[in-house]
Nanobody, 116 residues
């Protein structure tokens, strides 16, 4: 079992940067694929970035070239570096841990607001 806990959200001006962290307690992180998802009011929850257990990454088209996902298995932490933030990036960001054959684990989310 893995319990993700997100941190690092906040208010930032357009063009600014934030780094989100997802600290996972419980089992070892290494077997899990880890992902960042976001949900704005009235919208569905969408994948932003994902990193597999072997380190392969994929990104939503809207964030390619601006966001970078990384993981540190020894620290049981996954990061999302967000640069060149836009107002449309405003959402609650969730961390998810998933592994074949088990129900994914979700964190509680952290609010990111991009506004001047």
């Amino acid at each position: 079992q893995v319990q993700p806990v997100e941190s690092g959200g906040g208010l930032v001006q357009p063009g600014g940067s934030l780094r989100l962290s997802c600290a996972a307690s419980g089992s070892m992180l290494s077997p899990f694929a880890m992902g960042w998802y976001r949900q704005a009011p009235g919208n569905q929850r969408d994948m932003v970035a994902r990193i597999t257990s072997s380190g392969s990454t994929n990104y939503a088209d809207s964030v390619k070239g601006r966001f970078t996902i990384s993981r540190d298995n020894a620290k049981r932490t996954v990061y999302l570096q967000m640069n060149s933030l836009r107002p449309e990036d405003t959402a609650v960001y969730y961390c998810r841990a998933d592994r074949a054959g088990i129900v994914p684990y979700w964190g509680q989310g952290t609010q990111v607001t991009v506004s001047s």
